[in-house]
């Protein structure tokens, strides 16, 4: 390869990852890296654009460039069993909407996900906000782990609640008819009767 080649194939492939370069450079760059005789830090990129040409290349155009044959080509040439042409492009235009509408849905998932996630926990904050509990020591102020405790607890302390408020009305209506009960002696006795 010569000198102007060597500076040619290095400028196109700093330009090409750049994604400054245009269709008719790269295939340039393609035929370049198709020699057998390119400088050695280029050698990394070799097997790579020769990939590129076995795909975008036309037959006629690997024709024009007799420096080399691809290794693809020779896969092809000797593999008997399965057809010599690379259907790559048709099948990826194939899959491409199912790839993509996968992809769409998936994401689509986990935004929902996230986005219901984070609804309970601002509900739980209006809720519960400042909440926290000890176990075993330590503190978790996670509402999303400890909301059902926090439930559970305030359902106990309303069974309590409406248990003492029967307990507290009872007693008055007991004390209500032993001040209705005139005779010492009588309201004594039913006094004892209710314990």
């Known amino acids: 390869m010569t000198e102007s080649e060597n500076n040619r194939i290095k400028e196109l492939t700093d330009r090409f990852f750049e994604g400054e370069t245009t269709v008719e450079e790269e295939r340039e760059l393609y035929v370049l890296y198709l020699k057998e005789d390119i400088p050695e830090e280029m050698e990394e990129h070799r097997e790579m654009f020769r990939d590129f040409s076995a795909i975008i ?3 006629e155009e690997k024709s024009l460039c007799p420096y080399t ?4 080509q020779v896969t092809l040439q000797t593999n008997t069993h399965r057809p010599t042409t690379v259907k790559g492009k048709t099948r990826n235009r194939v899959l491409w ?4 509408g996968a992809a769409a849905v998936l994401i689509a998932t986990i935004g ?10 601002v509900r739980l904050a ?3 906000g400042g909440s926290y509990m000890i176990v075993n020591g330590t503190k978790i102020n996670k509402l ?9 607890v305030l359902s106990e302390a309303d069974e309590m609640k409406n248990m003492l408020s029967t307990k507290t009305v009872i007693q008055k209506a007991e004390q209500d ?6 005779d010492e002696a009588e309201r004594e006795r039913i006094r004892k009767l209710m314990e």
Do not use: A, C, W
Request: charged letters at 25%; proline letters at 5%; a negative charge.
């Open 177 to 182: 008819v032993l001040d209705g009960i005139d």
């Open 112 to 121: 929902i996900s996230l986005s219901l996630n984070r609804q309970e926990e």
């Open 57 to 59: 290349m036309t037959e």
């Open 144 to 152: 999303t782990r400890i909301h059902t405790d926090i439930e559970q």
């Open 97 to 100: 909407p199912f790839i993509s």
């Open 126 to 128: 209006k809720l519960y």
């Open 69 to 72: 044959v691809h290794p693809v």
